[in-house]
């Protein structure tokens, strides 16, 4: 995943991102937010990982917004 997030947050070409659309990688993306959304929920861990999963969260966030603008 942190791979994945790397390359997509760079400037990827158009054929990366019609390929990531193709092979369920934006499921992927969203299962990532919604298990860092039910820890951050649960108020049970610890400040640094607080600040990790909301991280992850902004980083899926920001990948899926230049995905999408690649459809128009």
Known sequence: MEMLL????????????????????????????ERCVEKVHSYQISTALLTDQLQRVERCTRVLERVRYALR
């Open 6 to 33: 790397s390359l997509t947050s760079k400037q990827a070409g158009d054929w990366f991102k019609d390929t990531l659309r193709t092979l369920g990688g934006l499921d992927q993306l969203m299962s990532t937010v």
